[in-house]
């Protein structure tokens, strides 16, 4: 089945991916992997290290000819930060001393990292647990996205708020509108406010955080299950979306908004069906795609909040990690709002969700399998006395 591996650090040679179980008859390219990873570059309130790389990624293996051939496929991400950093992330013995990093930023992995991997330099838990691992997902997001097309599935994200400045109503967007907006918000007035508080930010040496939508639209009834709770597409989701770096928080549809509701002011209604091509049709969404740990034909809709970054050019207090010791927190070259770039890496972390779970329901080691397979399982997907034999036996 469809799984991945990422490896390398923020300022290591390269970052590398390896992904197993993509079925083959794909058409992969460069070029589309790097559609995906132009756009997480972008974004108001990048820093500078999105200025040196390029995120150019080559495919090592697994493809022939511009087709997957069922074999791993490997992704290389050059860093071209690396130039700068040879002495400091040598992996060979140096015969120099590198002054080891000591002290502890609030929010970062850095304390429990020290702790756990007994390290005295906290250089040995950033470089790994940086952001910059999640150029590696969105290679992998790339191709998941491309399996998931060819099933008439599409993926998208906007910001819904910045630094408390929250976009209008978003019922209805226009995708191309955003991805021209700098800050990728389909609210054209509440984008201009975002920037600037995204200024005010960063001329205070701060961070701000936000909320990102991301909505997938083409899924079929039926990818997850009810039946173990690790097998329920909500769970799933979650857990991909909380593994993103600062995110604190995830929601499905409507999700703390509905506590607040009566349930027949919560729960989508099924309507009667008229056209038998076009069943189980709802006027409302508010479960967000999926009921009982399953999709259920709605367009997924999955919200999750970005913690302002960590890092602060106004450094906060902290404590040395040696001394134990009052100190400034540590500061590193840094953005100062990363949420219109973490709408496209949790695009990438749903399209890998539901590539895993498409690929499951419907099996194969060739794409046109698993088209036979998704072709027969839509074709009886209706009411029981209309289409199919479906007897109690069946």
């Not at 015969?95 to 040995?124: C, F, S, W």
């Not at 929250?166 to 918000?185: F, I, L, T």
């Not at 920037?195 to 009834?221: R, S, Y």
């Amino acid at each position: 089945m469809f799984r991945y591996l990422t490896a390398g650090e923020s300022h290591g040679p390269v970052l590398t991916v390896i992904i197993e179980g993509m079925p083959a008859g794909l058409e992969i390219s460069e070029k589309l992997i790097g559609t995906d990873m132009a756009r997480r570059m972008l974004g108001y309130g990048r820093g500078g290290r999105m200025k040196i790389e390029t995120d150019e990624t080559v495919i090592r293996s697994g493809v022939r000819h511009g087709i997957t051939f069922g074999s791993p496929i490997t992704l290389a991400i050059e860093n071209r930060d690396w130039v700068n950093w040879q002495e400091k992330m040598s992996i060979g013995a140096i015969d120099k001393v590198i002054e080891p990093i000591t002290r502890l930023r609030p929010g970062h992995a850095d304390l429990a990292g020290t702790m756990k991997y007994y390290q005295k330099d906290v250089r040995n838990i950033l470089e790994r647990s940086s952001a910059r691992e999640t150029a590696a997902r969105v290679a992998v997001g790339a191709v998941a996205r491309k399996l998931l097309a060819e099933f008439d599935v599409a993926i998208h994200s906007h910001v819904l708020s910045i630094g408390g400045v929250m976009a209008g109503d978003n019922s209805s967007v226009n995708w191309e509108d955003v991805e021209k907006s700098e800050v990728r918000c389909a609210d054209p007035d509440a984008a201009i406010k975002m920037m600037a508080v995204i200024d005010e930010a960063k001329e205070a040496g701060d961070t701000v955080g936000g909320v990102v939508e991301v909505v997938a639209t083409g899924l079929p009834i039926g990818l997850g299950s009810h039946v173990q709770w690790d097998r329920k597409i909500d769970g799933r989701l979650a857990q991909a979306i909380m593994s993103i770096n600062a995110i604190k928080a995830v929601t499905i549809g409507d999700g703390w908004d509905s506590v607040n509701k009566k349930g027949s002011k919560v729960h989508d209604v099924i309507n009667p069906v008229e056209d038998p091509s076009k069943p189980w049709q709802r006027n409302t969404n508010n479960a967000g795609g999926t009921e009982g740990g399953m999709t259920n034909g709605m367009p997924l809709v999955v919200r999750f909040a970005v913690k302002p970054i960590s890092t602060l050019a106004n450094p906060l207090p902290s404590v040395d990690l040696n001394s134990g010791e009052k100190v400034q927190a540590h500061y590193e070259r840094s953005d100062v709002c990363q949420v219109p770039a973490a709408g496209i890496v949790g695009e990438a972390m749903v399209a890998i969700v539901m590539a895993q779970a498409l690929q499951e329901k419907f099996g194969g080691d060739h794409i046109d399998e698993m088209k036979r397979n998704y072709d027969g399982y839509t074709a009886t997907v209706g009411p029981r006395n209309i289409t199919g034999d479906f007897s109690s036996n069946g």
